[in-house]
């Protein structure tokens, strides 16, 4: 038996299948994959996200310790709420973890990083914040719900406080709200908009439920993945690790490299191969004909070299196959992908392919 959230009764209830997820209990799927990925697309879809490590980071030093341990820079978050997404780094620019950090007013953050990599990054981030003026505080009584879609705001306002109902309807993207109970983020990892909410444990089975009232359909893992696949958002483990920098990994956006003089980890490392015109691209492929693009297939270029796909699948939005792939240097639109020993034709496109239901692709 693994990891339960307090929503897992909820899951079973529901009738969804539970499969293990980095030690973790968690629904696949309630029945259909495809119908919950186009619930999301065009109406509300929700999941639990529970099992998502929540962080508080505060003190004396705590905006100089993140711009120290992330390599996108937090004193950019002036107004209370504010978030931006962010890598974590070794001191040889591979990516430990990539996370949401939130400001929550002077010298207080949260920071929200993934459950299968929980004990490293813990270990990690304690380690760092030995020489800061800081207090790390885990948040395991937390839940995490992510209700995502063209409705889903719309549908989910009336479950907040009254009171609180127009500061969340008015909530910008990457932007965070802190009622009595909840903490309310329109942030996601679906290419749609929504919120994620944390809320107490004890809470969230009666939340959960209430959302199914208000026509919020549960979505388990299997969509989840097929979404920020067309929406190109990263999956660690796959598409970056350890051994890749956000540079080769379609992050670049996420390093701050001003002020020149902030030191974060990782930065050297970066900088000695920022110029470099012949590392790796981080692309999107879409396959030509019948087959399905798998993670780790080889990519084939003709005059430039092989690369690998890091994410693939097939896109029920686009009803092609798609995928995410490392990819040698060059100014190209084609290649081929090894399926089963056949070089089959790709075309080469700048990600994402889906955001907000419509594609960002010519097919």
């Not at 992050?251 to 003089?261: F, I, N, Q, R, S």
């Not at 030509?288 to 070299?305: D, I, M, P, S, W």
């Amino acid at each position: 038996m693994g990891k339960r959230t307090p929503l897992y009764q909820s899951h079973v209830d529901g009738g969804a299948k539970i499969v293990d997820f980095g030690g973790w209990d968690m629904p696949l799927h309630y029945g259909s994959q495809i119908e919950e990925h186009h619930a999301v697309r065009r109406k509300a879809g929700m999941f639990d996200v529970s099992h998502m490590t929540v962080v508080d980071v505060a003190g004396a030093d705590a905006q100089r310790f993140l711009q120290r341990l992330l390599a996108n820079d937090v004193a950019k978050l002036k107004t209370e709420g504010r978030a931006l997404y962010s890598c974590m780094l070794t001191p040889e620019g591979g990516v430990i973890d990539d996370l949401i950090a939130y400001y929550r007013g002077p010298q207080r953050y949260r920071v929200v990083v993934n459950a299968a990599t929980r004990d490293k990054d813990m270990a990690w981030i304690d380690r760092q914040a030995d020489a800061f003026d800081v207090a790390v505080d885990e948040r395991p009584q937390l839940a995490m719900i992510a209700m995502q879609g063209p409705e889903a705001r719309d549908l989910a306002v009336p479950l907040v406080g009254i009171e609180w109902r127009e500061a969340a309807r008015d909530l910008s993207p990457f932007c965070a709200l802190e009622t009595d109970t909840m903490f309310i983020a329109r942030t996601g990892y679906t290419g749609e908009d929504g919120w994620e909410i944390m809320l107490p444990g004890e809470a969230a089975a009666d939340f959960w439920r209430q959302c199914v009232d208000v026509g919020i359909r549960p979505c388990g893992l299997g969509a989840r993945d097929t979404l920020r696949l067309e929406a190109a958002m990263n999956l660690y483990g796959n598409d970056m690790d350890e051994s890749t920098s956000p540079l080769v990994s379609g992050l670049g956006w996420t390093v701050a490299w001003e002020p020149a003089d902030r030191d974060f980890i990782g930065r050297s490392a970066l900088e000695s191969v920022r110029g470099d015109s012949s590392k790796p691209r981080f692309v999107g492929l879409i396959l030509e004909g019948k087959g399905v693009l798998r993670n780790h297939q080889r990519v084939v270029v003709a005059g430039h070299g092989e690369g690998e796909i890091t994410s693939g699948g097939f896109s029920p939005t686009l009803e092609r196959s798609i995928a995410l792939a490392r990819v040698p240097a060059g100014d190209y639109d084609k290649a081929q992908v090894d399926i089963r020993g056949r070089l089959l034709d790709v075309r080469v496109v700048r990600p994402p392919f889906v955001r907000n239901g419509k594609s960002c692709i010519d097919l």
